[in-house]
Structure formats: structure tokens, C-alpha cells
């Protein structure tokens, strides 16, 4: 069993420390967080145990959680890899691309492995059809939330649309070749909304909408592909999955059949598939043991999680 420790508890570290603390597959030492008067309160009423000194949480533990806010992620997960231990680290994985590449280097010299907390890869309705997303030409995202102070110290593509970002970059394999964008600062002092245009070499398009500013929660995004429309609601966790093939000669009564200008006929079908329903957030930290334990490549890579901000930055420029 991996001893696991988790630096930074607000929020997200909080709910990172109940998972690990639950999981079979980590034992949970502590944790440590710069705020005293809340670590104390955290120590007081969980009973997790609270570390005063950062050296001394890396040194007793294998694997450690990386929960801290964005702008402190490079200089804690470089003092975490020259200690030879294993990071994850919350998304975006740092606060520039250069600081991502240096950790990169750092984790390959180091021999540790690191991964990288893009959760949506681990949500069960993108589960569910990730294996049916072949050349995707066409994508749409949808990621709207309702306003939360919380958050709004950075740009709402780093914010929210980066999760789009790196759901689109897993299934496109391809290279971008061009970023279109346009946002817009509402309440805060970084864009609240935002829309992007994301092309590739192959061909590919991606439009992506987000807002932190919405009247309603929204995260759906829609794949076109050839003969198929692939629909997931990451929010509802469900998903719709509409097929074309060719239409039988001798179509049932009701078969559902469309024929193009050339005479073509096709047949509309709907494959449903199952949903397994898990906590994303635990899956993806016990997917990160099994990397350890198995020595195999992490689900979500530095690298990925690199590309998603190179991406994402080249949004923001553009604004």
C-alpha cells in the first residue's frame, strides 16, 4: 500500500484527503497547508494528521497530492521530485508552460511518475463512449457554471474550459494548427466568459464555449464523426450515441432511413451505452497506484496535462 500525503487543504485538497483516506490502495500519512489556523481546524475536525513542516510530509510519504493553488504547483512538485517521490498534481499543472516542461524534465531524471488531475477523462458517461470517438471532424463544447468567487483568480479557460481542452487534445490525434478566440470580463478582472475555435492539421474543428457567469450549470460536448453523433453530458453523466450504416434492402416498418441526393440510403440507429457510475476523483487517484504499482504509463501524463495549458495559453493570448 502506497503512503499517500496531500499538500494544500482547502476545498479540493479536503475532498482529495476523505478519498485517500477511504481508498484500499493508500495508506493517507497527512498533510500539510500553508494556512495554520485552517490546517488546525481541518486536523481538529477530521482527525487527519496535520504535518507543520512540508520536508518532513514529502519524507514520510511515496506519493504526494498536490492540492495547492496554481501559482505554487511548480516550486512544491520540483522540491516533491528531488525527493524522489511520485506527484499528482491538480490541474492546470502549473502556471506556465515552461515550469511544465521543467517538470517534465525533472520527473524522467528522478525516475518518478506523475499524473496529472484532469478528472473529466475518469467521468463515467465519457467512459462510456471514448471507445466509440474515431477521427472525430467536429466538436462542440458547452461548459457553463453559475458564478463562485471561488476560483476567479485566473482566466475561466484555465479555470473551466481546460478540461475541454484536454478531453478534445485525448481524442484529436492531431497536431492544432491555428487558435481562434475571443473573451470577455464581467464581474472579475480575468474573463468570465469565453469562446474558442480550435483547428487542426487534420482537418478537425472544436468550438469551445465557457462561462462562470451562467444562469445554469452546463458541461456537454458533441462529437461529429463519420456515420455517427456522439453526445456526453458530463455534468448529467449520460450520454447518446446516434449510428448510421447502410439501410437493409428490405427496411422494417420502422426503421428509420435517410437518403442523400445520391440515391444513397442509411440507416439511423441509437447504441446505448452502459454507464458505470463511480467517483471520478477517486478513480483517477487509484488509477495513479495502479501506474506505480504496475509501472505503466499514468492515464493522465505531464505531458498531457502540458499540452492542455500550451493550449490553453495560446487561447488566452488571443483576448
Known amino acids: 500500500m502506497l503512503k499517500a500525503a496531500v499538500l494544500g487543504a482547502?476545498?479540493?485538497?479536503?475532498?482529495?484527503?476523505?478519498?485517500?483516506?477511504?481508498?484500499?490502495?493508500?495508506?493517507?500519512?497527512?498533510?500539510?497547508?500553508?494556512?495554520?489556523?485552517?490546517?488546525?481546524?481541518?486536523?481538529?475536525?477530521?482527525g487527519y494528521k496535520y504535518f507543520d513542516n512540508i520536508d518532513d510530509l514529502i519524507d514520510a510519504a511515496d506519493v504526494i497530492d498536490i492540492v495547492t493553488p496554481?501559482?505554487?504547483?511548480?516550486?512544491?512538485?520540483?522540491?516533491?521530485?528531488?525527493?524522489g517521490k511520485h506527484i499528482f498534481i491538480e490541474k492546470p499543472i502549473t502556471n506556465t508552460v515552461e515550469e511544465a516542461e521543467a517538470l517534465r524534465t525533472l520527473v524522467a531524471e528522478h525516475g518518478v511518475k506523475g499524473q496529472v488531475g484532469h478528472v473529466e477523462r475518469f467521468n463515467p458517461a465519457f467512459n462510456a463512449v471514448k471507445d466509440l470517438l474515431h477521427n472525430?471532424?467536429?466538436?462542440?463544447?458547452?461548459?457553463?457554471?453559475?458564478?463562485?468567487?471561488?476560483?476567479?483568480?485566473?482566466?475561466?479557460?484555465?479555470?473551466?474550459m481546460i478540461h475541454d481542452i484536454d478531453i478534445i487534445l485525448s481524442v484529436?490525434?492531431?497536431?492544432?494548427?491555428?487558435?481562434?478566440?475571443?473573451?470577455?470580463?464581467?464581474?472579475?478582472?480575468?474573463?468570465?466568459?469565453?469562446?474558442?475555435?480550435i483547428e487542426f492539421v487534420n482537418g478537425c474543428v472544436a468550438n469551445l464555449t465557457a462561462s462562470r457567469i451562467s444562469l445554469k450549470n452546463m458541461r456537454k460536448t458533441r462529437f461529429f464523426q463519420k456515420d455517427a453523433y456522439i453526445s456526453v453530458d458530463f455534468l448529467e453523466k449520460k450520454c447518446e450515441v446516434v449510428k448510421m450504416k447502410d439501410a437493409p434492402e428490405h427496411p422494417g416498418d420502422f426503421d428509420m432511413i435517410l437518403q442523400n441526393a445520391e440515391g444513397v440510403k442509411k440507416q439511423i440507429y441509437f447504441a446505448n451505452p452502459q454507464i458505470h457510475n463511480n467517483n471520478a476523483i477517486l478513480d483517477e487517484l487509484e488509477s495513479f497506484a495502479d501506474a506505480i504499482n504496475t509501472d505503466t504509463k499514468p492515464v493522465v501524463t505531464l505531458h498531457d496535462g502540458t499540452e492542455a495549458l500550451r493550449v490553453a495559453n495560446m487561447i488566452i493570448t488571443q483576448f
Open 10 to 46: 482547502g476545498h479540493l485538497g479536503k475532498i482529495h484527503l476523505r478519498l485517500l483516506k477511504q481508498s484500499d490502495k493508500y495508506e493517507l500519512v497527512g498533510f500539510y497547508d500553508a494556512n495554520q489556523e485552517n490546517a488546525k481546524k481541518v486536523e481538529a475536525e477530521f
Open 70 to 83: 496554481t501559482l505554487s504547483h511548480y516550486e512544491c512538485a520540483k522540491k516533491v521530485i528531488a525527493k
Open 136 to 160: 472525430p471532424m467536429f466538436i462542440e463544447c458547452h461548459r457553463l457554471a453559475e458564478f463562485n468567487p471561488r476560483g476567479t483568480d485566473v482566466p475561466v479557460v484555465l479555470d473551466l
Open 172 to 197: 484529436v490525434q492531431s497536431k492544432v494548427k491555428h487558435v481562434s478566440a475571443s473573451g470577455v470580463s464581467v464581474i472579475s478582472d480575468t474573463p468570465d466568459i469565453a469562446n474558442a475555435r
